[in-house]
């Protein structure tokens, strides 16, 4: 067989005799240095090559398909259009997805079909479901089983196990009563392979009349294709050679290269890029390309299989953006198409499983790396062919020449392209032009940074449903669980750990709940934790999350608040938490993003015992974090280091705790402060002062002009006004009558000594009184005092600016002055909110100030891409922000708004300026109070 390797080196030494004669005609004042540039394709029918198997995506790899289930039908039905349907969208010709272990792999866990052995249920996870969706669209389409983790009873923990033979036989039987036929089944991803487990894997799997199924093997790396070619039995066993990310870079890598194995080639088999991508929606998208036609002209791939499919996941969780689409939001409707799917397109919309590659029409456009690939297949009526062209490391244009020969049509060609450089709507899958060649022979021009398909197939199509727009889950929110079907997965609720779904509740209530159903520890494919599952919004801020809770047997259930970004593994998970154990021992913790859980506070009440049910709730409201169970509350502290985040439920191991009656209702307020300073009257313009700057208890509180000293400067600090250390105070502890005096006293945390912004004005809330200037009065020394609420300008005050941290809605994370430093130019980026002064940003006018410094557009720019960064303030236009009601921040003078670049989740991404577009990643949400 003749190889791609042998035929790009003949390639290459005829461009280099080629290139030799040009110069030497170029010195003679013969052809010209661009023709030495030129690429000639020759599209031969009779050329040898491998049969092409398809272009697909994987569900699974960690819950990242979880959300699309629980979509409003219509905004579903378009996403699964734009995935699976043919001539619309992806077109994805394999659906490869993951076999439930009840362990997270990546995004979360997955449900088992058999959490105990010889207990199958058929009909839990989304997985078949979506299976069902892929083939109503495309009947065509190959559907790909494989496992990353596995339930613990399986051969006592040994995956590679009779057990776990029988249990993907039992899988195949779920899929078999769903009318769905697996057309190819792997082992256990990325953790190598045993011989004599795949021999007897296809033994049974022949037995139990799944012979027409194939087996990958080994979803891991190269190192397999050496056992397959020296071991008969073994090649006898597995059909497909399947290896994970074997492009330059490897996983999330640029693909630029992606090296053969010459034992595979070998072999005979199919060779597929079974698990690629790792890559964001849109910037992924050129890597995505080289890898499919890289992947054949260096390596004689014939499958690319991305991974994910989607990203319906919330953006706390790792790898938000990745897939063919983002899908967020189930309760707004909202989902972005990304590049990946019109460059996937590029490729599945011309193509057809079963199609032959062409070698000669197969190769590097001139050569080099650097202008492109090409690669070229025909159809199996022998007539039709597609070339699909890629200039994504290009960085001049490049002329290309078509011979078609060998039986193939000499029709007309179309010609489609996709701007992958810049993705856009107006450049995404574009029907740009038709050719009609001369004797087989024809000519373009491909622009760098493109995909080009030049085909004789027609019927493609541009899907043009819209999304409605991004929404936050609105609070209250609340959850029986009473509509959903026995063994399903609760709406909007993500499991990280385990396994959460629906089943009839015990100990006497009657009624559905929620049942952590994994008994022991899985057989993992990462690293263990809790079993816990999140629910709701990122941008959640202030509110009580609170649910009943069985403990079924001894053990500490938990439950999660203001869960905001997670990092792998999921133990990696920043959020408050309220445990409580049947002991009755309890604590409010707080974990973090390194796997670090501190308790903040802790204590015991009455033996909770088993098998009764209990109330728990924890309350987020500003930096106090408080608990109550059973309506008692038990503790409180402060802490102000996650502002925002999810609610969530849990047990610390694997009991098989129940919850029910889910409720999560709103606070007050917001995630600020106001900043250290003065409060003016909005009576006289006169300031709030301490009238003789001291800290003595009683020391009277007046107006005054305002001249910045020490006594006028004002903190409001968990509803309390401080000066000096001392609190504003109502004369008296428990007085509230027209007329009492405030003074300054010794913070004692009295209800006198509480006070609540309202409209502009100070309210106690023990008395229901306002702050009040008495008799409307303007003279520098008269006492404050306390009055019934009136709205008169006596008892309006205008606040400091408000201070606190600003989170992008792409992942919760937080604005933060990089380097904590005061110095011009420093870079403004996003980070894990921590509460340092980094991320305490000031709201002030329309400038935004960390540090005294104001956020500024570098050098006042006004082009996409403009960097983000601290300068002294200055009053110019780069450094105006207007808010805006969905949550952009819009420079004036350019237009544009504040941007996390490619919906980024590293942290120490630095921002940018960008279009506008309603994405995620330039919706801010500001401190308020």
């Known amino acids: 067989m003749a190889s791609v390797h042998r035929r790009r080196l003949w390639q290459q030494s005829a461009i280099a005799i080629l290139a030799l004669l040009c110069s030497m005609l170029y010195v003679f004042g013969g052809a010209t240095a661009q023709a030495a540039a030129a690429t000639t394709i020759a599209v031969n029918g009779s050329s040898a090559g491998r049969t092409f198997d398809g272009i697909g995506a994987i569900s699974g790899g960690g819950g990242n398909s979880r959300l699309l289930i629980d979509y409003p039908a219509a905004q579903q039905s378009q996403i699964l259009d734009y995935l699976f349907k043919p001539d619309y969208g992806a077109n994805l010709q394999i659906l490869k997805v993951e076999i ?94 045993d011989i004599s487990w795949y021999e007897q894997l296809r033994t049974a799997l022949n037995n139990a009349g799944y012979g027409s199924t194939e087996i990958v093997g080994a979803d891991s790396d190269w190192s397999v294709a050496a056992d397959i070619a020296d071991n008969s039995a073994f090649a006898s066993a597995v059909q497909i050679i399947g290896t994970h990310y074997p492009c330059q870079g490897g996983d999330g890598g640029n693909a630029d290269t992606c090296p053969g194995n010459a034992t595979a080639e070998g072999t005979g088999k199919p060779l597929w890029a079974s698990e690629n991508g790792s890559q964001d929606m849109n910037s992924g998208a050129p890597a995505l390309i080289r890898s499919i036609t890289r992947g054949y002209t260096d390596a004689e791939m014939t499958a690319y299989i991305n991974w994910p499919l989607i990203a319906a996941i919330t953006p706390n969780l790792p790898y938000p953006t990745d897939g ?308 008692t509350a038990v503790g409180s502290v402060t802490d102000s280091t996650y502002t925002s985040g999810q609610a969530g439920i849990g047990v610390v191991g694997y009991q098989t705790d129940q919850f029910d009656n889910l409720d999560i209702t709103p606070g007050t307020g917001g995630i600020g402060t106001y900043a250290a300073g003065a409060i003016s009257s909005g009576m006289s313009g006169m300031c709030l002062d301490d009238a003789n700057d001291g800290t003595a208890n009683g020391n009277k509180v007046d107006i005054y002009t305002c001249n910045g000293t020490a006594a006028q400067v004002w903190q409001y600090s968990n509803g309390t006004l401080q000066n000096n250390g001392s609190c504003l105070d109502v004369v008296g502890n428990s007085s509230t009558a027209d007329g009492t005096l405030v003074d300054l006293w010794s913070c004692n945390g009295g209800a006198n000594q509480q006070w609540n912004v309202v409209n502009g004005t100070l309210v106690n809330p023990q008395s229901g009184k306002c702050l009040d200037d008495p008799g409307f009065s303007s003279t520098p020394g008269t006492q404050l005092d306390i009055w019934d609420c009136n709205g008169g300008a006596n008892q309006a005050w205008t606040m400091p600016p408000v201070v606190g941290p600003v989170t992008v809605a792409t992942n919760g994370m937080c604005l933060d002055d990089a380097n904590d430093s005061t110095a011009d130019g420093n870079k403004v980026d996003i980070w894990g909110c921590n509460a340092s002064s980094a991320q305490q ?25 403009t960097l983000a960064e601290l300068y002294t303030c200055n009053g110019t236009g780069a450094q105006t922000w207007q808010p805006q009601s969905d949550g952009e921040l819009i420079n004036p003078q350019s237009g544009k708004c504040l941007d996390d670049p490619g919906f980024s989740s590293t942290a120490g991404t630095q921002l940018e300026i960008w279009d506008c577009n309603d994405g995620s990643n330039q919706q801010w949400t500001l401190p308020t109070v």
């Open 100 to 193: 439930g272990g009840d362990a997270n792999s990546t995004d979360g866990a997955e449900p088992s079909i058999e959490h105990t052995a010889g207990n199958v249920q058929c009909n839990t996870g989304y997985e078949f479901w979506l299976m069902e969706q892929a083939k109503a669209r495309n009947p065509d389409i190959k559907l790909y089983g494989l496992a990353w983790a596995a339930p613990g009873w399986i051969g006592g923990g040994n995956f590679w196990s009779t057990d776990m033979i029988d249990y993907l036989i039992s899988w195949l039987g779920c899929a078999k009563a769903d009318g769905l036929s697996i057309d190819y089944l792997g082992g256990w991803n990325e953790r190598g392979y």
């Open 324 to 631: 063919m689409m983002t899908a967020s939001q189930p309760w707004s409707g909202n989902y972005s198409v990304g590049e990946s799917t019109w460059a996937t397109a590029q490729v599945t919309q011309f193509t057809q499983p079963g199609w032959q590659f062409l070698n000669s029409g197969s190769g590097y456009l001139g050569g080099s790396e650097q202008n492109g690939t090409y690669v070229s297949l025909k159809s199996t009526n022998n007539s039709d062919y597609s070339t699909i062209i890629e200039t994504t490391t290009a960085t001049a244009a490049q002329n290309v020449t078509l011979n078609v020969s060998g039986g193939l049509s000499t029709g007309t060609v179309h010609v489609w392209s996709t701007d992958v450089d810049s993705p856009s709507s107006a450049t995404d899958f574009v029907h740009s032009q038709d050719i009609t060649p001369s004797n087989g022979s024809y000519s373009f021009t491909a622009q760098p940074g493109y995909i080009y398909t030049v085909t004789t197939a027609t019927g493609q199509g541009k899907g043009a449903a819209a999304s409605p727009a991004s929404a936050a889950l609105p609070l209250p929110y609340a959850d029986g669980y009473e509509a959903d079907a026995t063994g399903s997965e609760p709406k909007y609720l993500e499991t990280m750990q385990g396994a959460y779904q629906v089943e009839p509740c015990a100990n006497g209530r009657s009624g559905q709940c929620v049942e952590q159903m994994a008994p022991i520890k899985p057989i993992e494919w990462q690293n263990d934790s809790d079993a816990f599952a999140l629910v709701g919004d990122t941008s959640w801020s202030n509110y009580t999350v609170s649910t009943d809770v069985d403990l079924e047997q001894a053990g500490t259930a938990e439950i999660y608040g203001r869960a905001n970004t997670q990092d792998r593994p999921q133990s990696d998970q920043a959020a408050y938490l309220l445990r409580a154990s049947n002991t009755g021992a309890w604590s409010i913790d707080r974990s973090d993003t390194g796997g670090t859980i501190t308790t903040l506070t802790s204590g015991t009440v009455n033996a909770l015992g088993t098998g009764t049910w209990h109330t728990l709730a924890l309350t987020m409201q500003g930096s106090k974090i408080s608990a109550s169970i059973d309506g």
């Open 841 to 865: 940003w000031e709201l002030s006018g329309n400038t935004l100030r960390n540090n005294g410094k104001c956020l500024d557009v570098a050098g006042g720019a006004t082009a996409d891409g």
